[in-house]
Antibody, heavy 118, light 108 residues
């Protein structure tokens, strides 16, 4: 069974930093691109970032470029999102999602809530 | 950036009825880049349709997708109680960006 499990969410003040992790299991983690997608309360999902299967290619939404860094450790089947310069509008549930290879996301984690507030 | 607009915002129907959900793009989208998801409260989105008309693994055949260009449709032929949820369309563009619509809430 494919599983993605996020951790690391929490409350952080504006301007602060946080690192999210996502552990994948039940599939060959090192052969799939993986993504971060966030969803603010009551809103639709918003794409955040992607990393290729071997980690040599990354992409970011304009809203997080320069503040967030995506990375992965295939030896640990783990995806990371380092978030800095956090703003209140970064408050959301952050999901990791597996890229299907067909321009969509076929499996999602349960999400990690990040709240940016003083 | 391609903007996806979903309509209606809320659709009120009864079990057994047919649901038709619309997704309109601000510019043409290749069929292979269009997907649909279902989301229930407190859960992550679930992939229903990819490539505009292909059902994901395990998705019942009462769900179907169609469309091309800027207009895409998700149809649920006979609503089951578990189908009442929020539905999102999503597209990919060649600048490696994915965007989602704002959602259609399907309620009883």
């Amino acid at each position: 069974e494919v599983q993605l499990v996020e951790s690391g969410g929490g409350l952080v003040p504006p301007g602060g930093s946080l690192r999210l992790s996502c552990v994948g299991s039940g599939f060959a983690f090192n052969t799939y691109a993986v993504h971060w997608v966030r969803q603010a309360p009551g809103k639709g999902p918003e794409y955040v970032s992607a990393i290729s299967a071997n980690g040599d290619s990354t992409h970011y939404a304009n809203s997080v470029k320069g503040r967030f860094t995506i990375s992965r450790d295939n030896s640990k089947n783990t995806l990371y999102l380092r978030m800095g310069g956090l703003r209140p509008d970064d408050t959301a549930v952050y999901y990791c999602a597996r890229g299907s290879g067909l321009y969509c996301f076929d499996f999602w984690g349960q999400g990690a809530l990040v709240t940016v507030a003083s | 950036e391609i903007v996806l607009t979903q309509s209606p915002g809320t659709l009120s129907l009864s079990p057994g009825e047919r649901a038709t959900l619309s997704c309109r793009a601000s510019q043409s989208v290749s069929r292979i880049y269009l997907a649909w998801y279902q989301q229930k409260p407190g859960q992550a989105p679930r992939l229903l349709i990819y490539g505009a008309s292909n059902r994901a693994t395990g998705i019942p055949d009462r769900f179907s997708g169609s469309g091309s260009g800027i207009d895409f449709t998700l149809t649920i032929s006979r609503l089951e109680p578990e189908d009442f949820a929020v539905y999102y369309c999503q597209q990919y563009d060649t600048s490696h960006m994915y965007t989602f619509g704002q959602g259609t809430k399907l309620e009883i």
